[in-house]
């Protein structure tokens, strides 16, 4: 099995954009697609990039995701950040049957 | 609309046993796999396995295989968590997901959760 690794928190103002990383630890990161859900607090997650870099319809397109061979990781970009974007993003994916969450990343908009 | 609503929080006493639920509607519950994930007071998301009602076909997480039993009524559209002894160690809050229909495993649609606390 693998694990997938993001920092524990980020912060930047609003306006502005701020990009979190998911490292694959073994296997490359462009073998299974990755996603990324976004956890408010007190709520339960939501989808905001499935297959890599698709966005489910309602998810505004300052989300964006991407994915870097060369890092092996992963990685979520939001722009132009509002303060309704403080929240914890998790990263997830999968190996054959077990899917893999990673520790998530609080996002700080101040 | 899709739906996936939880029953409501629980308090129980270590070695008791429990079962949750999460009943779909909106979509055909027989056709779509309902995972279950935990999360721990303050911490992230784990993957605790998962169910496909149609045939109740279950897969584990090896962190849980034989810690928890997953079910399914496709009766009532309602999928099941349980435990038969449990420990201060699984208060956690729960959540069922629905499985998207693609080849990509994720979840498209989230349960409320479930807050289940174990003390003595």
């Known amino acids: 099995n693998f694990m997938l690794t993001q920092p524990h928190s980020v912060s930047e103002s609003p306006g502005k954009t701020v990009t979190i990383s998911c490292t694959r630890s073994s296997g490359s990161i462009a073998s299974n697609y990755v996603q990324w859900y976004q956890q408010r607090p007190g709520s339960a997650p939501t989808t905001v990039i499935y297959e890599d870099n698709q966005r489910p319809s309602g998810v505004p397109d300052r989300f964006s995701g991407s994915i870097d061979s060369s890092s092996n990781s992963a990685s979520l970009t939001i722009s132009g950040l509002k303060t309704e974007d403080e929240a914890d993003y998790y990263c997830q994916s999968y190996d054959s049957s077990n899917w893999v969450f990673g520790g998530g990343t609080k996002l700080t908009v101040l | 609309e899709v739906q996936l609503v939880q029953s409501g929080a629980e308090v129980k006493k270590p070695g008791e046993s429990l079962k949750i639920s999460c009943k779909g509607s909106g979509y055909s519950f027989t056709s779509y796999w309902i995972g279950w994930v935990r999360q721990m007071p303050g911490k992230g998301l784990e993957w605790m396995g998962i169910i496909y009602p149609g045939d109740s076909d279950t897969r584990y997480s090896p962190s849980f295989q034989g810690q928890v039993t997953i079910s399914a009524d496709k009766s009532i559209s309602t999928a099941y968590l349980q435990w038969s002894s449990l420990k201060a160690s699984d208060t956690a809050m729960y959540y069922c997901?629905?499985?998207?229909?693609?080849?990509?495993?994720?979840?498209?649609?989230w349960g409320q959760g479930t807050l289940v606390t174990v003390s003595s």
């Open positions: 997901a629905r499985r998207s229909s693609g080849w990509t495993p994720y979840f498209d649609y």
